[in-house]
């Protein structure tokens, strides 16, 4: 009777870590809501696009039921009152209200203080710029979410400061006006000065070379750098670390824990375990951990991430060691305990992952670590994500921007509102609409691939004797 009540007993706890397996939480403590439009507004740091796809492919793959849209409106210095591609009402009508999101996120600053001591006058046409663009996004897009950015930090630390309390000390008292402000609007505000000033000065005191490398010019964030910035943000709106969580216990040939996640077909053999696994969400692909990307991707389109496994971008594993960036959003659990040997082999669909001590499988290991097949499907996901920011980035420049409003970027811009292709040429105005129409809805399709592409996909996880 002992031994039946026993059998019936493991029986049921094999059951229970299926059923806990089965239930995928669901993100309703994510600031982000199903479909959602997230529009990220700024100058040429949003432009660079770095934290804006390591944000989109992290929503895309952590949550893939989620359908968020995502649009970067960045352009290369711009100030509250706009810039080349235009005056501040231009850049909000064509760039932001014309895409309708419910989400939009502002960092402008780096530019407006005019890389000089702080001036009281040049400060007083920032705070009245950022104050007109929050009342009409208001106005334009009723019930829009706003999140304020403190801009990211100019570079003082590696770099003599260039006048008596750097630069980055006035861009501080920018900060915290738009913190201000976020508070009086009941806004919610995200800084990425401090946090990146922070690292900074970490990595400074451990290797000043590849501190170096974090601003390049002191200005732009590397992509390595931008990973902090994408790491306040998401933290900011509630993102989770799990990606997945499996405990098994091989002595037992059963399944304690499973989040995120569904297990079947747990077999122990001779030589090992086996066991098939469906997740709920795919690792994150960090952005330039392992490859060397440019400082300015758009001037090299179409480029998309072709990470190397056997290459790991030292600045950028500095930087993701010294933020914690793979430890609070990247975690993607699998323990075993009751191994026997000493030493096991792990493949995944047939494809080797590693091999671990028994007491490393023991404790768990972050399988988000490795080149696992669910890494290499986050990466296309990434991939596309790219494809989607191009497309968008090149209608909007290359075709809309530069044909309706200017002249080509090496002239002197035409005043706003005196398009140049009508001027010159009264039937190029409906061409332009067209390739600009054909371009957006190429980057609907793209959009479509994307959310096709973040549906994760059923593994067979081995587990043999290393010998």
Known sequence: MAQRLGLVLLLCLG?????????????????????DRVCFYGDSITDQR??????????????PKLRVRFIDSGVGGD????????????????DVFTFKPNVVTIMLGMNDAAYKPFNKNIFNIYRTGYQHIIRELKRHLPGVRIVLLGT??????????????????????????????AQRNHLMYVDFNAPMVKVLQEAEKINPALAKQFFPGRIHPSAAGQMMMALALLKAWGAPATVTRVDINAATSHVT?????????????????????RDGSLPEPVLGLHENWPQFPSWELFRTPQPNPKYTNPAAALINKLSG???????????????????????????????????QLAKGINLADYFTPMLRQAYH??????????????????????????????TKPHPPNLPVTTENDPAAGPAVSAIIKAIYHLETVIVKREYSASRPQVHTYTLTVAR
């Open 15 to 35: 059951l229970l870590g299926i059923a806990r397996a089965s239930a995928a939480p669901e993100p309703s403590h994510f600031f982000l809501k199903k479909g």
């Open 50 to 63: 770095f934290y804006c796809a390591e944000i989109e492919t992290y929503v895309h793959t952590r949550f």
């Open 79 to 94: 100030t509250v009152r706009g810039g080349w591609a235009g005056p501040i009402d231009l850049r909000l009508k064509r």
């Open 152 to 181: 990211t930090p100019y570079d003082d630390i590696t770099h003599k400061p260039k006048f008596p309390g750097g630069y980055n000390a006035v861009l501080v008292r920018y900060c915290r006006f738009v913190k201000h402000l």
């Open 257 to 277: 824990q499973a989040v995120n996640t569904s297990i079947s077909d747990l077999k122990a053999t001779a030589s090992g375990i086996t066991w098939t696994q």
């Open 325 to 359: 960036f793979t430890r609070k959003l990247d975690q993607e659990t699998l323990s075993v305990k009751g191994l026997a040997e000493p030493r096991y082999n792990l493949k995944i669909d047939n494809r080797k992952i590693g091999t671990f001590s028994s007491a």
């Open 381 to 410: 996901v990434s991939n596309i994500v790219w494809e989607e920011i191009q497309a968008h980035c090149v209608g909007r420049y290359e075709v809309q921007t530069m044909m309706e409003n200017f002249d080509p970027w090496w």
